[in-house]
């Protein structure tokens, strides 16, 4: 185990080499005790002992995983996803938990609830980094969080927040990114966008109907926008692979005009927004704001969308094969120890995976190369810029 380094004891590595053995092992329920009768022990103590009170670091074992998908599962056109799972709970006292929304319940319910970050490219897919959230209700009482073993300098943070400290540790490490995607709840947020841009790095994020987009007339909202496309901008493509074959849709896209830049220099990269149309339910339509590279093609920003889904398969993977959900712990450096130790477990399998199907190529997609926007230009369709018509006579601007 290529993180053995990062336990330093004996024992501590033999515990952990058992802890990941029996995550990846076919145990109906991952729990302590059945994870000790696989992996051949007396009992659960010795696990335990790994998850609460051994002395290690879970953020360290990260950075490792971190360097072994970089190298195992590196490819020059990687996509950050960031998105948010929840861990149903019983009880209180487990760190973070209250009653409120998970999308792997569909409703509220007493849980947990996660940010975590996964890595996407033609090699592979795998869960590579993780946040707990702790809603006000536990980081407003003190008293509460040492008790389940939470910092004193764990404050606060939003979602999105818990994101951004994602991506710049993902920018830290040896991971090559080259884009970031993630749903509406970070694609919103003005600050999380902004700080993509200022790192360099492309995007092509969900973003609610009601999103504004700025014109020189003021601002108008995503949906009124794209829905004034004329029907020659929609484009029938696939973004990639699913369960059931291409993930086919229409898809109609604009790239936004550049901002000005003293000297006459060109800008580096344009801003885009796009729209996904269900091909059986037209009504069906989602949209995404987009930064991207000067020359990039729908095409390109169609992949990039398409492989959001790729976050979800890591965690019901990372779930069904690697328990990542099946945890005991209730205290807060618990759960990042086993959830660490599920990934480690997941990258394993992903890497494995890869290397028995290097046939499968450099793209989950055949998408045909394509341009769309409202007006013509080069060969590419564009929303006009100052002192061009275009939706409703109102140039649009970034």
């Not at 369960?243 to 060109?266: S, T």
């Amino acid at each position: 185990m290529w993180v053995g380094h990062r336990f330093g004891r004996v024992d501590l590595r033999r515990r952990m080499r058992d802890y990941v053995r029996g995550l990846l092992g076919p145990v109906g329920r991952k729990n302590g005790w059945q994870l000790a009768e696989y992996v051949g022990l007396d009992g659960p103590a010795g696990l335990q002992h790994l998850l609460n009170r051994a002395r290690w670091d879970p953020d360290e074992v990260r950075d490792d995983l971190q360097e072994y998908v970089a190298e195992r599962l590196g490819d020059e056109s990687g996509v950050l996803i960031i998105d948010e799972t929840g861990f149903l709970k019983k009880g209180t006292a487990s760190a973070g938990v209250q009653r409120q929304y998970s999308g792997t319940a569909g409703r509220t319910e007493n849980c947990q609830v996660a940010v975590f970050a996964a890595y996407a490219s033609s090699r592979g897919r795998t869960l590579v980094d993780r946040e707990l959230y702790l809603p006000k209700s536990w980081t407003s009482d003190r008293e509460r969080c040492r008790a389940a073993g939470v910092p004193d300098a764990r404050t606060f943070a939003t979602k999105t927040e818990l994101a951004r400290s994602l991506v710049a540790r993902a920018l830290a490490s040896a991971l090559p990114i080259a884009w970031v995607t993630a749903d509406a709840l970070y694609g919103q947020d003005w600050h999380f966008r902004r700080m993509l841009e200022e790192a360099g790095l492309g995007y092509v994020v969900a973003v609610p109907k009601s999103q504004q987009v700025k014109s020189l007339a003021g601002c108008w909202r995503i949906d009124q926008l794209m829905g004034d496309a004329p029907g020659v901008a929609w484009e029938r493509l696939s973004c990639g692979d699913g369960a059931k074959g291409q993930r086919i849709y229409d898809w109609a896209a604009a790239q936004l005009p550049a901002v000005a830049f003293f000297g006459g220099d060109e800008p580096s990269h344009h801003r885009w927004v796009l729209a996904r149309r269900s091909i059986a339910h037209p009504d069906e339509i989602a949209y995404y704001l987009a930064y991207a590279p000067s020359g990039t093609g729908v095409a390109e920003l169609v992949r990039v969308a398409g492989s959001r889904w790729a976050i979800e398969s890591c965690f019901q993977s990372a779930k069904n094969e690697c328990g990542l959900d099946q945890y005991e712990v209730r205290r807060y450096p618990g759960w990042y120890r086993h959830i660490t130790l599920a990934m480690l477990a997941h990258a394993f399998l992903a890497v494995t995976a890869s290397q028995a199907d290097n046939a499968k190529g450099a793209a989950e997609t055949d998408l045909s190369s394509c341009h769309s926007a409202w007006q013509r230009s080069a060969g590419s369709w564009r929303l006009a810029g100052p002192g061009q018509a275009t939706t409703n006579g109102t140039p649009i601007m970034p």
